[in-house]
């Protein structure tokens, strides 16, 4: 029986398998004393009836999640929500993002019902479809061709089903008290960070700050060919209290507008 400490564990296992740097960041921050804590994953998917956010979600409303806060992102045609466990809040946030496929070409459309045909409807239900990576066969060309229209599409067309990042709660960490310092250390180890609208997106203000690296370049097998394309990512959160003395748990749509393109491409 799957328990959200096992869910979370085989998401990590698959997460780190394609995105080594996140298991060296970790490791390196373990030397230093720390215990690493997960603020929150993410998941993308499409907004057909059978990937739809609500479906999605299911296996971790099954493990007591339930819906909180609602994202819109209009330039990059997403919706989001936002899920925190009912009973435990130390168990990680996770943040489920759709894309509104009906707003892109008719095209794009095409190659996303494709993709959407080649599912069962029973199958995104099943406990470890939210870790199975890709359910479908995919043409480089046609990755492409949703490259073209939205690095979203094409990212999860390539990537399917797992956690897109982790994030490391700088509130949890013992050796480092600022974002500064933590993105300071990861680049002194030599690993690229996000800097779409900064280093840092929020502020102590927003009772958000966060930063992430930029998604690794991994060799993904196409239908056709295999070829070289951004991946994962792994992200940094600092909270702050709100008025009631409890730490802000949601998610600034304007920062996380800007976390989406840690994999692009360009």
């Not at 946030?93 to 707003?103: G, H, P, R, Y």
């Amino acid at each position: 029986m799957q328990t959200v400490t096992s869910l979370f564990e085989n998401l990590w296992q698959q997460y780190t398998a394609i995105n080594p740097q996140a298991e060296a960041i970790h490791s390196l921050l373990t030397a230093r004393g720390e215990h690493v804590i997960n603020d929150h994953i993410a998941i993308r998917t499409f907004n057909t009836e059978k990937l739809g956010i609500d479906v999605i979600a299911q296996v971790f409303v099954d493990l007591g999640y339930v819906k909180k806060d609602a994202y819109d992102f209009s330039s990059k045609k997403l919706n989001a929500f936002h899920y925190e466990h009912a009973e435990n809040p130390n168990h990680p946030k996770v943040f489920i993002s759709e894309l509104q496929v009906e707003a892109f070409s008719e095209e794009v459309q095409d190659i996303i019902k494709k993709l959407d045909d080649q599912v069962d409807v029973a199958e995104p239900y099943q406990a470890d479809f939210i870790y199975s990576g890709r359910p479908w066969t995919l043409s480089f060309d046609d990755y492409i061709r949703l490259l073209q229209e939205s690095e979203y599409a094409a990212w999860t067309a390539a990537f399917g089903y797992r956690a897109n990042h982790f994030t490391v709660s700088i509130n949890h960490l013992t050796t480092f008290f600022d974002i500064e310092s933590l993105n300071q250390f990861i680049l002194d180890n030599e690993f690229a960070l996000n800097e779409s609208g900064g280093l840092i997106k929020g502020t102590p203000e927003q009772l958000l700050e966060q930063s992430s690296t930029m998604a690794p370049l991994v060799n993904l097998e196409f239908d056709d060919a295999n070829h070289l394309v951004p991946s994962c990512f792994y992200e940094f959160a600092k909270r702050y209290p709100m008025e009631s003395g409890r730490l802000y748990q949601g998610f600034i749509a304007a920062s996380a507008d800007k976390i989406f393109e840690s994999t692009d491409t360009k």
